[in-house]
């Protein structure tokens, strides 16, 4: 058997920052997987690899003049080897199982890349990328405050009611960690319900692609890629409702932290076939959308709801137009 082309690349990963641009994070790992699973060709992944390697910062991490910034990758390196070691003396389900639970508290940590990165790299069984997610996780970890009391209503009512509540704030320079701290600041979010009195991942996912479908709001897309990166470390999640209490908990605050954008219903779009979708992401340099369209399938696979089919459709449809 032929190795595949992110094995044969994977020891170059920690060759570069997880960040570059100030707080803008690599997403090479993920994109890679994902185009080589929908079937890019050698010279696609190729080509996608010298475009993005152009934008990434070279360790060691002492390059940058930014000490917060510094300070960070030197945090992050040192727990990166910490985390090895707990790997190579407990193997990698046994490490995900005991770091899971505290860490699901912080789920929304660098917008959902933490989750991100980790999922991807446990698919490909990558040690080393496992490590540097986790350290990532931890450096990153944001909690968000109490869950709160529980109403029986879907999910996306209640997000609607909790962003009338506080209204659309416009919130200071920064990135999103910033502004999804700032919410849990407001007297509003800490005493209004958010909490879906009955949950399961088929309920959140579908709420999350709605209202990135219906808001169009980049910070949403990273919601998304969150329900299929949760998805895939559900096994190694011991108390999964807790879980998914703490994903939706990030999605609503990440949405107000985006100034609650407007949800309006949408056209359906056109649904191109899923073969389309992945031949024009094979062919992009777009790595949002690369893994848009990857979670999506994914998710649509599991649950059969077309949301994820019409995110999907949408998208391409949006990227592939000329400008």
């Given at each position: 058997?032929?190795?595949?082309?992110?094995?044969?690349?994977?020891?170059?990963?920690?060759?570069?920052?997880?960040?570059?641009?100030?707080?803008?994070?690599?997403?090479?790992?993920?994109?890679?997987?994902?185009?080589?699973?929908?079937?890019?060709?050698?010279?696609?992944?190729?080509?996608?690899?010298?475009?993005?390697?152009?934008?990434?910062?070279?360790?060691?991490?002492?390059?940058?003049?930014?000490?917060?910034?510094?300070?960070?990758?030197?945090?992050?390196?040192?727990?990166?080897?910490?985390?090895?070691?707990?790997?190579?003396?407990?193997?990698?389900?046994?490490?995900?199982?005991?770091?899971?639970?505290?860490?699901?508290?912080?789920?929304?940590?660098?917008?959902?890349?933490?989750?991100?990165?980790?999922?991807?790299?446990?698919?490909?069984?990558?040690?080393?990328?496992?490590?540097?997610?986790?350290?990532?996780?931890?450096?990153?970890?944001?909690?968000?405050?109490?869950?709160?009391?529980?109403?029986?209503?879907?999910?996306?009512?209640?997000?609607?009611?909790?962003?009338?509540?506080?209204?659309?704030?416009?919130?200071?320079?920064?990135?999103?960690?910033?502004?999804?701290?700032?919410?849990?600041?407001?007297?509003?979010?800490?005493?209004?319900?958010?909490?879906?009195?009955?949950i399961d991942f088929e309920s959140i996912a579908n709420a999350a692609a709605t209202i990135y479908k219906m808001s169009g709001d980049f910070t949403?897309?990273?919601?998304?890629?969150?329900?299929?990166?949760?998805?895939?470390?559900?096994?190694?999640?011991?108390?999964?409702?807790?879980?998914?209490?703490?994903?939706?908990?990030?999605?609503?605050?990440?949405?107000?932290?985006?100034?609650?954008?407007?949800?309006?219903?949408?056209?359906?779009?056109?649904?191109?076939?899923?073969?389309?979708?992945?031949?024009?992401?094979?062919?992009?340099?777009?790595?949002?959308?690369?893994?848009?369209?990857?979670?999506?399938?994914?998710?649509?696979?599991?649950?059969?709801?077309?949301?994820?089919?019409?995110?999907?459709?949408?998208?391409?449809?949006?990227?592939?137009?000329?400008?």
């Amino acid at each position: 058997m032929s190795q595949s082309y992110y094995s044969s690349i994977a020891n170059t990963f920690q060759d570069y920052a997880v960040t570059y641009n100030h707080r803008l994070f690599n997403h090479f790992p993920m994109s890679i997987v994902a185009l080589e699973r929908f079937g890019a060709s050698t010279e696609q992944l190729e080509a996608f690899r010298e475009y993005y390697f152009e934008r990434l910062v070279h360790m060691p991490s002492s390059q940058s003049d930014n000490q917060e910034e510094l300070n960070e990758f030197a945090a992050i390196e040192q727990q990166t080897e910490l985390i090895l070691s707990q790997l190579e003396r407990d193997g990698i389900e046994e490490t995900l199982k005991s770091s899971l639970p505290a860490l699901l508290v912080g789920v929304g940590a660098g917008n959902f890349y933490a989750i991100n990165r980790l999922a991807y790299a446990v698919n490909q069984n990558n040690q080393n990328d496992i490590a540097v997610s986790l350290a990532l996780w931890e450096t990153l970890h944001l909690p968000l405050g109490e869950l709160g009391e529980t109403v029986l209503k879907r999910p996306t009512s209640l997000l609607r009611n909790v962003s009338k509540c506080i209204g659309h704030i416009r919130f200071g320079a920064g990135n999103t960690t910033d502004r999804m701290t700032s919410v849990t600041t407001l007297i509003d979010y800490q005493t209004t319900p958010h909490q879906p009195e009955v949950i399961d991942f088929e309920s959140i996912a579908n709420a999350a692609a709605t209202i990135y479908k219906m808001s169009g709001d980049f910070t949403m897309l990273h919601s998304v890629t969150a329900c299929y990166s949760f998805n895939q470390l559900t096994k190694y999640i011991e108390d999964e409702s807790l879980g998914l209490r703490y994903l939706w908990q990030a999605i609503v605050v990440a949405y107000l932290s985006a100034g609650s954008p407007a949800m309006t219903n949408v056209e359906k779009p056109e649904l191109l076939p899923w073969p389309e979708i992945v031949e024009f992401c094979c062919g992009t340099h777009n790595e949002h959308l690369i893994e848009l369209c990857y979670a999506c399938r994914h998710l649509h696979e599991l649950s059969g709801k077309e949301v994820f089919h019409q995110v999907a459709a949408h998208y391409v449809t949006l990227y592939s137009e000329p400008a």
